[in-house]
Structures are given as structure tokens and as C-alpha cells.
């Protein structure tokens, strides 16, 4: 009998819980570089990024980009390290050093991609090419993973922070 009162009430406690919050972080680098590219494809910058599972802000900075920055997005991606599509856009500074942000509702799909490392961010600037393999005027990119120790330069790092999608229950 006392299952019977308990039940609902947990059902309803459970349902006005607010939801867990996770925390994101990218390091911002160069696009592939070849002996065509590496002179108009440079820079550096990170990001960090907050979800509750329903919303998704993202916060950053890049410097040293060779030519102004013109737009940001967010990309998904089948797999982290793989050109995907563009499915958010976020506010650049249109400089060669600025800032990167932008709050978003996000579907389910959207939600599954973030925790499965499937987003990305992407900065495009004037000088990068059209037409390459990883599309069109990208400069910077870096996948939201969730956020974690980061060690110096040689140092290992340790733990799977780089293998999010085997943290993900099954669905």
C-alpha cells in the first residue's frame, strides 16, 4: 500500500527536478593545413559550453587568425574527427581575434548529438578556401567534449574524456 502513495509522488518529484547540467569544452585549432592552405588557415582558441539537456550555451575566444573571422557555427557530425552539417549559428567577432557565443534550444537529436561528441564548432575566416574536403572557408574547428583536467604540452592524458559516446547509456 505504501508503493501505491510513494509511486506518483516520485514520478512527480522526479519531473520538477531540474535537470542535470553538464558542462563542455573544446580547444580551438587550424583546419587540415597543406603547403596550399597553411599560410591563410591559422590560429588558436578554446570554448566552453553548458547544457541542461534542453538548451545549450556556448562561450570562447581565437586569436591569431590570419585574415578576419566572417561566421560560426555548430556542426554534427557521424563521428568526432568527421566533416558533418551545419545546424547552428553562432555570434563571431568579425576580426582576427574575438569571441564565439550563442544560447540555442535544442531538439533531442541535438541533445544525443552533444553527448555522444558529435558537435563542433567552426570558425571561418576571408582567406580560407572554397571547395575542400572539410568545407568551405573553415579556419578553426573543435568538438564539444565533456569538460576535463587539461594536462601541459608531452604530458599523457588520462581517462576516456576523448571517447564520449562510451559514456552515453544505451538508448
Not at 20 to 42: C, H, R, S, W
Not at 81 to 102: E, F, H, M, N, R
Request: no cysteine; glycine share 10%; net charge negative.
Amino acid at each position: 500500500m505504501t508503493f501505491k502513495i510513494l509511486a506518483p509522488a516520485l514520478v512527480v518529484l522526479a519531473l520538477a527536478a531540474p535537470a542535470f547540467a553538464a558542462d563542455y569544452q573544446t580547444n580551438l585549432g587550424p583546419m587540415p593545413l597543406d603547403d596550399e592552405t597553411k599560410a591563410v588557415i591559422a590560429g588558436r582558441g578554446d570554448a566552453t559550453a553548458t547544457s541542461d539537456g534542453k538548451t545549450l550555451s556556448v562561450k570562447g575566444a581565437f586569436h591569431g587568425l590570419p585574415s578576419n573571422a566572417t561566421d560560426a557555427h555548430i556542426f554534427v557530425s557521424p563521428i568526432a574527427g568527421v566533416p558533418g552539417k551545419q545546424i547552428l549559428d553562432l555570434d563571431v567577432t568579425k576580426a582576427t581575434a574575438g569571441t564565439v557565443s550563442g544560447e540555442f534550444k535544442l531538439t533531442s537529436a541535438q541533445a544525443t548529438a552533444l553527448r555522444t561528441g558529435k558537435l563542433y564548432i567552426q570558425i571561418n575566416s576571408e582567406k580560407a578556401p572554397d571547395g575542400v574536403p572539410w568545407g568551405a572557408k573553415g579556419t578553426l574547428w573543435g568538438w564539444l567534449f565533456p569538460a576535463h583536467e587539461t594536462v601541459g604540452p608531452d604530458v599523457p592524458q588520462e581517462g576516456h574524456w576523448f571517447t564520449p559516446q562510451l559514456d552515453t547509456p544505451s538508448r
